[in-house]
């Protein structure tokens, strides 16, 4: 049983490895939030301790992989597994340095699902981690399951302690929101090549394609969850832009449809006005009586 | 069954006053043609909300003018702007702003001002000057180099990228009071006195945030629609090149498919819809109780990076919501030496 638990250690050790790396840099602010230890670095050092920390664990990571089987099996292995060790001892001592300096940043072990201000969950979870790297130092190279019950022994145990780094981790809460959550249409960045798309495949579209005159929008904006396009187009021998306003929502979104005579004119607020005339304010302004 | 008609608005857009302010603007600068043919067009699909802004008719018409001082009297000054020669008359009742407060007879010619006017009871035809501002610049924008009291300052404007701010020796304590880390990479907002290549800074504008430049607090997460108005704060900036009366604001949220710069995945502290350049919103100055449909005019990319509160009538929630063009804000009752005003804006968009 103990030699079971020694081993499980390896390769869930890799996983969280790579998986933290990879959660790190997959985000465009990386190295730039205000998460992780190296906040406490100066500056201008942040995103070099930021890309170092990142590549250190994804070699580690890879590192405890290569060196699991036969190959780099002793030495190479228990070198692996104690800078393993050491990276998390570090990383339990610099959170807690973290949460008393700043105790609003969080420890940015999963870029920014690790957002939430360090706790003694966190350097809970670091230390056991190094206590498991600790562990897996001179257990022999893995091998598959000489059977189904030490199958299940392991798969046993490999879930009993996933289970305790979930208890310690509160990453799990943040991903679950995430997961369940959609941005209103309003925030959402839309690209153009969807609406267009979304556009030409309406009722509305295959309504009015008779009446433009070109398939180029002659403008494009946006205003929240509504995208508006506008075609030139000809109706009863008179010039037109048609406008279509197309919902940013998911499919199915509705589409609507107005036009205008290229020649419709509008006025200024003010015209010209005599040194008699009081001015109109330009901006119309609402003023309490 | 698809809806569609044909309309010419020539008649319901005197009334709108998103496309006044637009108009207003066309006027001064030549341009903003599209953007007022977008109210149009989208005023073909919606209803425009000008019951929203109209409900009371203003009682006092005032106005913002801009331009140059041309001559200084006893009891009126001459502006040269744009529309020309206008006079305004002075009083003791006037405030005179020129680094600190001032008299008017502070004022030479050759001073770019910005006056606050509005007719008198006792002389309709005639304006009076109810506050004037000389010399008023603003930097915001993050330190890039620091050498004693001045400092280089990129602003992330492509018409002004880096400008030079000089701090003076008897205001350096107040700045640094609220600025306490004046230092590359920290962000700086301040308030003076343009002098040729430089600004003389006298006054903070906020206080300084404790993260870097780049580093703002990422807003909550927003589940459902966008509840509006947003709260916030409005701050101003100088026009650059944008003309010198333009009515209008920097919006910090603008549709990624405009082109606008990219923030890096950073969109402030406020959740803000995406909007267009050229969509009009509704801002209202929570202290003076105006408001008024103003078009985006520009990008407010500094306004992301701050997460302060204004508290010139209460505290407004973090987060600015505004960055006005000075006539804008000026028009809306901010007064330039505050920096900001407690502000809501809703969008016209259904």
């Known amino acids: ?289 | 069954m698809a809806w569609w008609q044909l309309q010419s608005h020539s008649g319901q857009v005197r009334r709108n006053p998103g496309i006044s302010a637009i108009s207003h603007n066309q006027r001064e600068t030549g341009g903003s043609a599209r953007f007022a043919r977008r109210a149009l067009l989208r005023a073909t699909i919606f209803e425009p909300r000008d019951h929203e802004v109209l409900a009371q008719p203003p009682a006092i018409a005032a106005s913002v003018a801009t331009g140059v001082v041309a001559e200084v009297g006893e009891d009126a000054i001459a502006v040269v702007s744009e529309q020309g020669t206008e006079s305004f008359g002075v009083s003791s009742a006037t405030e005179t702003w020129l680094g600190a407060r001032a008299s008017p007879s502070a004022l030479r010619p050759g001073d770019p001002v910005i006056v606050r006017h509005r007719a008198t009871d006792a002389a309709p035809g005639r304006k009076h000057a109810q506050r004037i501002w000389a010399r008023v610049g603003r930097v915001t924008g993050t330190i890039v180099a620091a050498d004693g009291l001045e400092f280089l300052v990129d602003t992330r404007r492509a018409d002004r990228p880096q400008q030079r701010v000089v701090v003076t020796p008897a205001s350096s304590r107040q700045i640094q009071v609220r600025f306490p880390r004046l230092a590359p990479g920290y962000l700086i907002d301040v308030i003076g006195t343009r002098h040729g290549d430089h600004l003389l800074a006298v006054a903070p504008a906020t206080a300084q945030p404790p993260y870097h430049a780049g580093h703002s607090p990422r807003p909550p997460l927003v589940g459902g629609p966008v509840s509006e108005p947003i709260s916030g704060s409005a701050v101003w900036h100088e026009p650059g090149d944008e003309p010198n009366g333009l009515l209008g604001l920097a919006y910090p949220a603008i549709d990624p498919a405009d082109g606008a710069p990219p923030a890096d995945g950073d969109t402030g502290c406020v959740r803000l819809p995406y909007l267009s350049f050229g969509a009009a919103v509704l801002i209202r100055n929570e202290c003076t109780e105006r408001a008024a449909v103003l078009p985006v005019t520009g990008d407010a990319a500094m306004a992301r990076e701050f997460c302060d509160r204004c508290v010139k009538c209460g505290t407004s929630p973090k987060g600015r919501v505004a960055d006005l063009t000075m006539a804008a804000f000026v028009g809306l009752g901010g007064n330039l030496e505050d920096g900001c005003f407690n502000a809501t804006l809703a969008t016209m968009a259904s």
């Open chain 1, 1 to 289: 049983m103990l030699a079971v638990v020694r081993e499980v250690q390896v390769p869930l050790l890799a996983v969280l490895l790579i998986g933290g790396c990879a959660a790190k840099a997959g985000h465009p602010r990386w190295g730039r939030h205000e998460s992780g230890p190296t906040v406490i670095c100066p500056l201008r050092l942040r995103r070099p301790a930021a890309i170092a920390l990142c590549a250190t664990e994804l070699a580690l990571g890879v590192g405890l992989l290569i060196t699991a089987g036969r190959v780099g099996a002793g030495a190479p292995a228990s070198a692996v597994r104690a800078a393993t060790a050491l990276l998390f001892g570090t990383g339990a001592a610099a959170l807690h340095e973290l949460r008393s300096r700043r105790p609003d940043a969080g420890c940015g072990c999963f870029g920014e699902l690790s957002r939430t201000p360090v706790s003694w969950r966190a350097i809970t979870r670091a230390a056991l981690l190094c206590v498991a790297a600790l562990s897996a130092i001179g257990i022999p190279p893995l091998r598959m399951p000489d059977s189904a019950g030490q199958a299940w022994l392991t798969l046993a145990v490999a879930t009993a302690e996933l289970g305790v780094l979930a208890a310690l981790s509160p990453e799990i809460g943040q991903a679950m929101l995430r997961l369940g959550h959609t941005d209103p249409c309003e925030l959402r960045d839309v690209p153009v090549g969807r609406t267009l798309s979304a556009l030409r495949a309406s009722a509305s579209w295959r309504d009015y394609q008779q009446v433009l005159v070109a398939t180029t929008p002659d403008d494009i904006w946006r205003e929240g969850c509504w995208r508006f396009v506008v075609f030139p187009g000809v109706l009863a021998s008179r010039p037109v832009d048609v406008v279509f306003a197309v919902h940013l929502a998911d499919r199915g979104a509705p589409v609507r449809v107005g036009m205008l005579d290229t020649d419709a004119d509008f006025a200024p607020s003010h015209e010209a006005q005599s040194p008699d005339t009081p001015i109109e304010d330009p901006l119309q302004l609402s003023n309490h009586v």
